[in-house]
């Protein structure tokens, strides 16, 4: 038996968009709530303006030729500009931020004025570039080169406050937002050691995926197929399954099928009910037999009545064509379990359990048995045996790679042909990925049976 494989950098991938795909409506909500607060912060931020003036710095000689200062003395000129020093002698610049930028390639510091209200800024950027023209005035020996500041771009008062700068902080935040959802729902999307591609699922079980059926909310209050409409993604799941069940082995019908699962919960019985239905749409003849004498729960999915069944056809109180029921569904009728026995095991693995399985197949084209889970107990596979074969149910993201080869074990042991596997509870747009379009154009149908993995 294949063991669960290391998951590839695709299935990783799949796995990552998978949880973020299927959580989208939190991460939205996550970004939403991460603008709401930055808004709500910058909405009580002091507003400031910047107001903005560009000084040409001018180098003359002694022989009157204009030339540059050079990077370094410009730089220099530039720090005396943020220099407290010049500042604090500015009037109305003592309670300004400033900044002074070099222009690369040109003789120019582009001065940056930041105060609480946009004519403050104006004055204290003007007041500013006059200061330092006159400073230079003042601080240059009168012999050699003299540096001179004119300004080629006054300062205006401007129209909207630079801080807070509400598009750089909405992006920001709606950037972390979409990180934080996005990073919380890949951690708290699959646990670690779970079945979550099907590539893992056909890996372990030997045996291809015949379908995906995505998580379905309405699924406790519309079980049934006959429940949905026709192009409900529920309904378009089953009939995939009911394709791809007639493709895999062309020369020999695979007419009794038991459905199981490794562990409860993972929609069995639903599933076979719905594939019951899926296949009398076809005209064929189907009855779902109730294989799980523990918790039975066909009579409840119908609505019919459980007092009469399988345990009431095999104790010989009446034929088998009394046993079964009409499911309200034209082709498909019910076995269900009868009066629930003390010791489900022994009773399934009589002889009269297999002449019974016979005579359904000698009246039915097709033979569904919703049977127990796997690993609970061993009611599965000796059902799995008495039929053509098996389909395993796997919860995605919950079923783990350990319990599915557990479950495939059990089927081992018996000799039990797995004809393939069902992914359930999918994220819905997860479900588009495994290769499923309109009925019939399945990629995936494989030939011949496949037995559980050696």
Not at 304 to 312: A, C, F, K, Q, S
Not at 407 to 421: K, S
Request: proline content about 7%.
């Amino acid at each position: 038996m294949a063991g669960g494989r290391p998951s590839t950098g695709e299935d990783q991938l799949r796995t990552t968009l998978g949880a973020i795909a299927g959580r989208w409506t939190s991460i939205l909500l996550i970004t939403a709530l991460t603008v709401a607060v930055v808004a709500a912060v910058a909405a009580v931020v002091p507003r400031q303006y910047t107001a903005s003036t560009d000084l040409l710095l001018l180098q003359v000689d002694e022989a009157g030729s204009a030339g540059s200062p050079g990077e370094r003395a410009i730089a220099s000129y530039a720090a005396v500009l943020e220099g407290r020093t010049l500042i604090g002698s500015t009037e109305g610049a003592t309670d300004v931020e400033v900044r002074a930028t070099p222009r690369e390639g040109a003789d120019v510091i582009r001065l940056d004025v930041r105060a609480d209200t946009a004519r403050e800024a104006a004055a204290a950027a003007t007041a500013l570039g006059n200061r330092f023209a006159a400073w230079l005035d003042l601080e240059q020996p009168e012999a050699g080169p003299q540096v001179s500041s004119q300004v080629i771009s006054p300062a205006g008062a401007p129209d909207s406050p630079s801080r807070p700068d509400w598009p750089t902080w909405l992006a920001i935040a709606t950037v972390v937002g979409l990180v934080v959802g996005s990073v919380r729902a890949v951690f708290r999307g699959v646990p670690p050691g779970v079945v979550d591609t099907s590539a893992q699922a056909k890996e372990i079980l030997g045996a291809p995926v015949l379908a995906s059926v995505a998580t379905d909310p309405d699924v406790r209050t519309r079980p049934l197929l006959s429940d949905l409409e026709p192009h409900h993604p529920r309904h378009e799941a089953l009939r995939i399954l009911r394709t791809n069940l007639q493709f895999l082995d062309v020369d020999q019908a695979q007419q009794v099928i038991t459905v199981t699962s490794a562990l409860p919960g993972d929609g069995k019985t639903t599933t076979t009910c719905a594939l019951a239905q899926a296949i009398a749409e076809t005209g064929r003849s189907v009855v779902v037999v109730e294989g799980d004498l523990r918790r039975p729960r066909l009579a409840e999915m119908f609505g019919i009545e459980r007092t009469v069944g399988l345990t009431t056809a095999l104790v010989g109180r009446i034929p088998i064509d009394e046993a079964v029921q009409a499911s309200g569904t034209p082709g498909l009728d019910v076995l269900t379990s009868g009066a629930l026995p003390p010791n489900p095991t022994e009773i399934l693995q009589t002889t009269a359990m297999a002449r019974l399985v016979d005579g359904l197949r000698d009246r039915y084209d097709v033979v569904l048995i919703d049977a127990p889970p796997l690993l609970p107990v061993s009611d599965a596979a000796l059902l799995a045996a008495l039929s053509d074969g098996a389909i395993v149910l796997v919860r995605h993201g919950r079923t783990r790679a350990d319990e599915l080869e557990l479950a495939a074990e059990r089927l081992r042991a018996v000799d039990a042909t797995v004809l393939g596997t069902v992914l359930t509870m999918t994220p819905r747009r997860e479900a588009r990925r495994y290769g499923y379009g309109p009925e019939g154009s399945t990629s995936s149908r494989q030939r011949g049976t496949r037995r559980a993995a050696r």
